[in-house]
Structures are given as structure tokens and as C-alpha cells.
């Protein structure tokens, strides 16, 4: 479900990129506090046609009863619509519609060590993660290795260097330029397999790390998680969201599988049933869409996760697969952007 929200402040924070303050009215303060990690998904209206995005919130969680701060960090990506209305029209005032914050890449503030491996605009669910630990947690511990293009082109730079300053004994922070080089931090270079494979274990110790935090383009994500199965870590421990799939670089989509010609899919959503049938081709979120504009979406590339649902009954195929964690898909969950039916019934609870 949408609210309307008013843009509160908006700040350049780099060339390309800018975070964005929603107010947030006193009687939406509890659906809209969020956990460090999570997502707001905004809808507009640019020229008549409806977009939709999901942006992480960079702000530290606020508790009860301080009212939220809802700030996400807004890079601008070619071609994209939202990111270069933000940059461009977006002004102190203006309303926009958001649903309360999402995800499942998150981490409640307890005891340990925690480290994170992000690269460009992955910073910003990182950087919600890694204040509020270190403020509310004495005993939390977190290693921020950033990888980024330049500089001049580094998001949240600012802040990042505030959470050192503050916690100098308990944050500590590596920093990789892949196009330039620095005067400390790591050579420049890109973050890949081979590299992180070497550096993570001279940088801490990897096996007593309890949580590890991936969060970026494709490739760094996926060469991360990599790494750190190479040196032992458990897969439970890896936590990732992927922002960017550049689908040159990307995992294939699966093998291409004709559906049943005439399936019938029933969902459930917001506590209410419906029967349709699946038209050629289109996923089955497009086939609620049809008859009910309140199904959750909105990347419908397989990303963001938003579209998850309980498949019931039935079996369906996923095009492709970037937010569902394996526990996730054996639980019976599925993607509805990205889900096709396989048998001549599909039921799915997006209820669950
Ligand atoms: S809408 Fe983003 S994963 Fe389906």
C-alpha cells in the first residue's frame, strides 16, 4: 500500500547522485520506521506514465518514539527515469507515494563483528547498517571495504568519515578507487575475485567475522560471495542485494520453457482471492496486474525482491532470480516478476 510523502530536503551529494528527506506525518511514524538494510519503493508519475523504483535508506534507524528519517541516496543511471527526474525536477515539496520500508538485507544491532563489501551506490543500505550498529551496540565491531570509481564520484563520503571519527577503535574502513589512484587505502583496481580472495584475510580475521555484507553491481557482488566461499565462509553468513545487473555480465536466464498454452493462476493479496488466466508469455505478476493495480512491484527485473509470494500450488519457472537467498526459493517462495506457470494451475499468496 502507497502514502504520500513530501520531500523534505534534497542534497547533492555527489556529480551524479543525490539524497533525498521525506517527512515523514506523526500518524505514518510507526509504518515507516525501518530496519537498518531496508528499502523504501516509491512510485511517481513522470509525463503520464507511472514508474516505480526502490531506494535504500542511508539514515541510521530512529527508535520509538523519534520520528523516522526517511533519507535514501539517489545515483543517477542512464536511462533511467526516476534517477534523472530526482536529479533534475525533484523539489522540496513535491509528493511522492511510498510504500513503508522493505527487505530482508538487514542486520538488528547486536554484539560481533560485522563486515561489509560494497561498491558504488551499495554503500547506502551499508551505511543505515553500519551507524546504527556501531551507535546502539557497544560491543559491534564492523569492517567497510568500498569500492569505487573515483573520488569525486564516492557517495556518502562524508558520513563515512564521520562513523571513523566517531568509533576510530571499534569502525574501520578500506577504501579502493578502480580508476584513480589515492594517497592511502588500497591501490587502484578493481574489487574482484582474486583480489578479495588474497586481501580479506590481511585486512581481519574472516573466520570470526558473523555477518558479511555484499552490496553493489553484479559482478562485485557475485565475485565477493565467491571470495569469501573460497575462504571458508558459510554461505548463512553472506547477506547480499544486488543494484545493478548489467545483463552482458549477468547469470543467462534460464533455459526458456514453454508454458501450458490455457493456465489459470489464483493469488492472494491483501486478503483477497482472484482467478485469471495467464496470457501468453507474461509473467504472472503482469497477470495480476491486469486485475489488481495493488500487487506489490517494483523493479520487475528479478532485483528488488518486492513481487515475493508463497507459491501454493502449482509449478512455475523464473526467468531469473537476484533477491530470493536460497532458504527463500526451498521455502516455496518465488518472484512473481519473473515467474512463468509450468502446469495448467498456479495459486500464489502474496499474503505470506
Ligand atoms: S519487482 Fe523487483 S524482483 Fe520482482
Known sequence: MFHPLRVRAIERITDDAVAV????????????????????????????????????????????????????????????????YALKELAV??????????????????????????????????????????????????????SDRTAASTMFLDEVADLKDRYPDRFQLVTALSREEQSAGLPSGRLDRERLTGLLPALLPVA???????????????????????????????????????????????????????????????????????????????????????APYACKGGVCGTCRAFLVSGEVRMDRNFALEPEETGAGFVLACQSHPLTPEVELDFDR
Open 21 to 84: 528527506t521525506f517527512a515523514v506525518p506523526a500518524e505514518l511514524r510507526e509504518t515507516f520506521r525501518h530496519t537498518p538494510g531496508q528499502h523504501l519503493n516509491v512510485r511517481y508519475t513522470v509525463d503520464g506514465e507511472e514508474i516505480r523504483r526502490s531506494y535504500s535508506i542511508c539514515a541510521p534507524a530512529a527508535e520509538a518514539p523519534a520520528e523516522p528519517v526517511l533519507r535514501v541516496g539517489i545515483r543517477m543511471v542512464d536511462g533511467g527515469a526516476f534517477s534523472t
Open 93 to 146: 515539496g513535491d509528493e511522492v507515494q511510498a510504500m513503508a520500508p522493505m527487505g530482508r538485507f538487514v542486520l538488528r544491532p547486536r554484539p560481533g563483528l560485522f563486515a561489509a563489501v560494497v561498491g558504488g551506490s551499495g554503500i547506502t543500505p551499508v551505511l543505515s547498517i553500519a551507524a546504527t550498529l556501531l551507535s546502539r551496540e557497544p560491543l559491534a565491531r564492523f569492517c567497510l571495504i568500498r
Open 208 to 294: 570470526d567475522v558473523d555477518g558479511w555484507f555484499l552490496c553493489g553491481p553484479f559482478g562485485l557482488v557475485r565475485g565477493a560471495e565467491s571470495a569469501l566461499r573460497a575462504l571458508g565462509v558459510e554461505r548463512t553468513r553472506i547477506h547480499q542485494e544486488i543494484f545493478h545487473v548489467d545483463d552482458g555480465s549477468a547469470a543467462p536466464a534460464t533455459a526458456r520453457v514453454a508454458s501450458p498454452s490455457d493456465s489459470t493462476l489464483t493469488a492472494t493479496l491483501h486478503g483477497r482471492s482472484g482467478s485469471w488466466p495467464v496470457k501468453d508469455a507474461e509473467s504472472l505478476l503482469e497477470t495480476v496486474l491486469r486485475s489488481r493495480s495493488d
